[in-house]
T-cell receptor, first 109, second 115 residues
Framework: EDQVTQSPEALRLQEGESSSLNCSYT??????LFWYRQDPGKGPEFLFT???AGEEKEKERLKATLTKKESFLHITAPKPEDSATYLC??????????FGTGTRLQVTL | GAGVSQSPRYKVAKRGQDVALRCDPI?????LFWYQQALGQGPEFLTY????????KSGLPSDRFFAERPEGSVSTLKIQRTQQEDSAVYLC?????????????FGSGTQLSVL
């Protein structure tokens, strides 16, 4: 069974204080690792898909990386508007995404 | 519409009542998924449609849960004889093509509270 573990559960940063979120996974035949952002009262919003170890993708202050066992979401110089829950998910041989429980990020002034 | 639309936004049901949750996916999207999200948890897979065919219903928690997508567009998730443990946000997502490596577009969900 596919499994995703995210850490930390919650993270509080000051504006401009860079950090990383971790996603550890086990999956049979990785087809893709996904990062989503979820704001309160909203559905998850797609950020990145990574397909193979060594791959990196960037979008504004976010950079996602992938190894054979984990993925990191690096946040550089975050702003308050980056506050959200960040969800990691994997797709394997099954016809579904398996999500982690997320990291709740709060960025303060 | 521009995105995935779900209705109602909020639903309060008495234990034992039947409920129906509606999902309007993005026009032309082939794949449609239902997920259940409990408070403080990640979304958990319920079921998957490719056009009108329900290809995977392995995540439905019991036979009280039923989903359909009769014309390959709008989908309805029905829960019979609701129980308190059914309280959660029910998320619908669609993708343009088949294939689980496609990016999903989620609706804002229906928050179900069973009293």
């Amino acid at each position: 069974e596919d499994q995703v573990t995210q850490s930390p559960e919650a993270l509080r940063l000051q504006e401009g204080e860079s950090s990383s979120l971790n996603c550890s996974y086990t999956v049979s035949g990785l087809r893709g690792l996904f990062w989503y952002r979820q704001d309160p009262g909203k559905g998850p919003e797609f950020l990145f898909t990574l397909y193979s170890a060594g791959e990196e993708k960037e979008k504004e202050r976010l950079k996602a990386t992938l190894t054979k066992k984990e993925s990191f979401l690096h946040i550089t110089a975050p702003k308050p508007e980056d506050s959200a829950t960040y969800l990691c998910a994997v797709s394997g041989t099954a016809s579904k995404l398996t999500f982690g429980t997320g990291t709740r990020l709060q960025v303060t002034l | 519409g521009a995105g995935v639309s779900q209705s109602p936004r909020y639903k309060v049901a008495k234990r034992g009542q039947d409920v129906a949750l509606r999902c309007d996916p993005i026009s032309g999207h082939v794949s449609l998924f239902w997920y259940q999200q409990a408070l403080g948890q990640g979304p958990e897979f319920l079921t998957y449609f490719q056009n009108e065919a329900q290809l995977d219903k392995s995540g439905l928690p019991s036979d009280r849960f039923f989903a359909e997508r009769p014309e390959g567009s709008v989908s309805t998730l029905k829960i019979q004889r609701t129980q308190q443990e059914d309280s959660a946000v029910y998320l619908c997502a669609s993708s343009l093509r088949t294939g689980v490596d496609e990016k999903l577009f989620f609706g804002s969900g229906t928050q179900l509270s069973v009293l």
